[in-house]
Every structure is written in structure tokens, then in C-alpha cells.
């Protein structure tokens, strides 16, 4: 079965084809992000008229990769949320004309369970039930799912997501969008005992908050004038607190469950400490951990048409009134 998938829901436009539920002929992606940098964000008004501009282009590219002709795709799955308004309509809009005019099934995909799927599109041994992290620009939650028709939500932020937290503190240290990187960047010479750094506790130990670290790097560097060794330690100290959360919670979830499998998606799964931090923890606690390879950690197509692809198998479809999800 060829399943061609588009995602739009933030400021990437992205097509691929994947082919039996597991080899990636093309995955495609184009980013707008250099032109969201000097705003300190996404706006979504420009993220939507770009994808406008290069949804064709990006799916005509696609195909080619594949190697395939459109009238071989056999179903066409799209993101239909959690997204920007706009952008998200730009996907779907897409992927209803192309499915009317192939006269091929349609279906609507959620962005973050993709963002688990990723992972059975790059790993063989998987064993399910599992416990699942997303953690990604807009979301930080904790799933416990025995099949991917059905994610029980254990946990999740109660503020801002991890992904923001790394983008606002790198903004308050005055590195750039998207922040993610560039604070692993300067983390890799810092020292991480420098500072010590907590996130705020929550009421159910599953939960998360970001949005108090945020504002402790902000005290912590009010007045002073931030030094290049400062930023490193900064840098690394705040890393160092958000990626012991997210590996002492992920844990947690694994006992409360009894899961010996934990699955992490999203964009700051990117982060190869992180990587390294959680891959290690789950080691010693006796679990299988699994990441995405890095290229599908980030938002993209693949991981829309790999779940997709599933659900369709499992008797799910959409019809011309697929509307955007939140
Ligand atoms: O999943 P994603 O591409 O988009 C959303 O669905 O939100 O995630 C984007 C987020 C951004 O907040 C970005 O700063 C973060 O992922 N990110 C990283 C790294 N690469 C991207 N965070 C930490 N370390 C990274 N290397
Ligand atoms: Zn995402």
C-alpha cells in the first residue's frame, strides 16, 4: 500500500510517501523558519502564505523521490491538528483535492500521536504497551497506549511545553529562534553543576511545568552582564533541570504502568543529551527506550503517513468534511 502524507500544522510544509507501513520512499520537508527568526516565534500568517506558496512544489518533489505517479497513491493522510489555524488548512485543503481527484481515501491524522508513530517507522523491536513522551515546541505529554488507536493521557504540562521552555530561555539569553539548538550548542562546553536549576513541582507527579525555570533563568541573570562562559553554564545547568524532569517523569509513568517500553517523539528529541540522558536512565530502570532517528523528530510527512497508514488498516477514514482538530 502507498500512503502519501502531508503535514502543515506549523510553520513546515511537508509531503512523503511511505509504502507499506514502513519504508520511507520520500519525506520531504520546507521550513519557513528562517523567516519567523527575527520575530523571536512562529507567526502564523507568514507560516500559512509560505505553505501556500510551496505545497505544490513540495508534493510535486515528493513524488518524484518516490518515484511513483499520483495515480499510484493508494490513500492520502494529513495532519488535521493540533496546529496554526491557517497552516493546518493549507495541509488539509491540499489533501482533499488530491484525494477527490485520485478518487482515493482520505484521513485525518493528530500531529502528536505521529509524533509517537515515528518511532515504529524506525524501529523493528517495539513492544507494546508503552509508555510514549512527546515533547515538542507546543506539547509536553505523557501517554500510556496499548495499541495506536487508543492513547491514555497520563501526564502533561500545566504551563508552557519543554520545547517553549528551551526557546523562551534561549530569547531571555538573546540567542535566536528556534532555541532548542542553539542552547544544546552552547550546553556542549558548559558546565551543568554551575547553576542549580529546578522545575516547579505539580500536584500529580506525572505532570510537567516549564513556565518557573523559565523565570528563574530570567532572575537569575537580571542585572548582570551575560559573559560567554556564563551563557555556557546557563545554558547547560537549565538543560541539564529540564532533561532530568522529563527522564525522572517518564520513568515514573513506566512503574505507575508497569511498561518496560517507553517511545519519545517530537522536536526536542532532537537533542542528542537528551538522547543520551534518557536512552542511559531507562537502561538502568530495566526499560527499552526508543527515539525517532533525528530527521523524524521534527515535524514531517512521514510520520503522518506511517500512522495514518495504520489507522486505515484498523477501519478509520475521513470523508470531504474533515475539519481541523485542537
Ligand atoms: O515537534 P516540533 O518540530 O514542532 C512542534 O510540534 O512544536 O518541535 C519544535 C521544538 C522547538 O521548541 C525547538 O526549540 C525544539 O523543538 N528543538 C529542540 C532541539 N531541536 C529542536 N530543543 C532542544 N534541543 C534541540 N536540539
Ligand atoms: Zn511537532
Known amino acids: 500500500m502507498i500512503v502519501l502524507g502531508i503535514e502543515t500544522s506549523c510553520d513546515e510544509t511537508s509531503v ?36 501556500l506558496e510551496s505545497m505544490a512544489p513540495v508534493f510535486t ?55 509517537v508513530y515515528a518511532n515504529i517507522l524506525c524501529h523493528n523491536k517495539i513492544k507494546l504497551p508503552a509508555v510514549a513522551l512527546v515533547v515538542s515546541g507546543g506539547h509536553t505529554t505523557l501517554f500510556y497506549i496499548k495499541d495506536f488507536l487508543k492513547f491514555e493521557v497520563l501526564g502533561q504540562t500545566r504551563d508552557d511545553a519543554c520545547g517553549e521552555a528551551f526557546d523562551k530561555v534561549a530569547k531571555i539569553m538573546g540567542l535566536g529562534y528556534p532555541g532548542g539548538p542553539l542552547i544544546e550548542k552552547l550546553a556542549k562546553d558548559g558546565n551543568k553543576h554551575k547553576i542549580k536549576f529546578a522545575c516547579s513541582g505539580t500536584s500529580d507527579e506525572m505532570d510537567f511545568s516549564f513556565s518557573g525555570i523559565k523565570t528563574a533563568v530570567l532572575y537569575y541573570l537580571k542585572g548582570k552582564k551575560i559573559a560567554a562562559g556564563l551563557k555556557k553554564d546557563l545554558a547547560a545547568s537549565f538543560q541539564e533541570s529540564a532533561i532530568n524532569t522529563l527522564m525522572r517523569k517518564s520513568l515514573i509513568a513506566c512503574k505507575h ?7 519519545i517523539g517530537g522536536g526536542v528529541v532532537a537533542n542528542s543529551y537528551l538522547r543520551q540522558r534518557i536512552a542511559s536512565g531507562a537502561k538502568k530502570a530495566g526499560i527499552n527506550c526508543f527515539f525517532p532517528d533525528i530527521n523524524l523528530c521534527m515535524d514531517n510527512a512521514a510520520m503522518v503517513a506511517g500512522l495514518g497508514g495504520y489507522l486505515y488498516k484498523k477501519g478509520l477514514r475521513s470523508d470531504l468534511y474533515l475539519n481541523m482538530e485542537f
Not at 514502513?22 to 520546507?30: E, H, P, T, Y
Not at 504502568?257 to 517511545?263: D, E, H, M, R, Y
Request: aromatic content about 2%; proline content about 4%; glycine content about 8%.
Open 257 to 263: 504502568k508497569k511498561a518496560s517500553s517507553l517511545l
Open 61 to 115: 518533489q515528493a513524488i518524484k523521490k518516490a518515484k511513483i505517479k499520483p495515480k499510484q497513491i493508494d490513500l492520502v493522510c494529513v495532519t488535521c491538528g493540533p496546529g496554526l489555524a491557517g497552516s493546518l488548512l493549507v495541509g488539509i485543503s491540499f489533501a482533499k483535492a488530491l484525494a477527490l481527484s485520485l478518487d482515493k481515501p482520505l484521513l485525518g491524522v493528530n500531529h502528536i500521536k505521529a509524533h
Open 16 to 51: 512523503a510517501v511511505v509504502k507499506d507501513g514502513k519504508k520511507v520512499l520520500s519525506n520531504v520537508v520546507a521550513s519557513s523558519l528562517k523567516m519567523h527568526s527575527k520575530h523571536g516565534g512562529v507567526i502564523p500568517e507568514i507560516a500559512s502564505r509560505m505553505q
